[in-house]
């Protein structure tokens, strides 16, 4: 069984901060997907890393994929409350066909 | 717009009496997902759909049943709720080639269940 695991489970800052948001395993995925999801709704996807080593940027959110396509990181530059939700990462294996997600971070952004 | 439509989106039942929830799309994307998810707590794969083939995750309970007609619909049966089985359930889509080294999933809003 592959595990994902996310630091910190909860993060509470004030608008403004920067933070990183991590997601580890001791096991290769073909690809990785982000998550956010806002209370009473579905996640909604961020971005896929593929490649080892790849970093995409949307806006203020930057993540990147482990050289070994182990782990991979989330950072939101300047926070702001607008970025409340739970971040969810997601590993896919292309021999198991199915994705594993990380228990998420609770990330709340105070104004 | 395409999307993933599930309903209700809350729905009430009594303990041990039979519910149903459902969800459409109109991606066209060929596997579909049940998940369950808890209070802040990531979603628990139930089973999926890869086109009209079902995979049932191992410790999925025998009291969570699943229909797809046909690509475009998808059915969460719980044929007898317990007070534990109240949760958000959600419904996602994906496109999945054989092999492909991604898996993009979509979404519904979720059903939010409770069970009295």
């Known amino acids: 069984t592959q595990l994902l695991e996310q630091s910190p489970q909860f993060l509470s800052i004030q608008e403004g901060e920067n933070l990183t948001v991590y997601c580890n395993s001791s096991s290769v995925f073909s690809s990785l997907q982000w998550y956010r999801q806002e209370p009473g709704e579905g996640p909604v996807l961020l971005v896929t890393v593929v490649t080892g080593g790849e970093v995409k940027k949307l806006k203020r959110l930057t993540f990147q994929f482990g050289d070994a396509r182990k782990d991979s990181s989330l950072h939101i530059t300047a926070a702001q409350p607008g970025d409340t939700g739970l971040y969810l990462c997601?590993?896919?294996?292309?021999?198991?066909?199915?994705?594993?997600f990380g228990d998420g971070t609770t990330l709340t952004v105070k104004p | 717009d395409a999307m993933v439509i599930q309903n209700p989106r809350y729905q009430v039942t009594q303990f041990g009496k039979p519910v149903t929830l459902s969800c459409s799309q109109t991606?066209?994307?060929?596997?579909m997902y049940w998940y369950q998810q808890k209070s802040s707590q990531a979603p628990k794969l139930l089973f999926h759909y890869y086109d009209k083939d079902f995979n049932n995750e191992a410790d999925t309970p025998d009291n969570f049943q699943s229909r797809r007609p046909n690509t475009s619909f998808c059915f969460l049966d719980i044929r007898s709720p317990g007070l534990g089985d109240a949760a958000m359930y959600l419904c996602?889509?994906?496109?999945?080639?054989?092999?492909?080294?991604?898996?993009?999933?979509?979404f519904g809003p979720g059903t939010r269940l409770t069970v009295t």
């Open positions: 997601a590993g896919y294996n292309t021999n198991a066909g199915k994705s594993t």
């Open positions: 996602a889509t994906s496109r999945v080639p054989a092999g492909g080294p991604t898996q993009e999933q979509y």
């Open positions: 991606l066209n994307h060929n596997v």
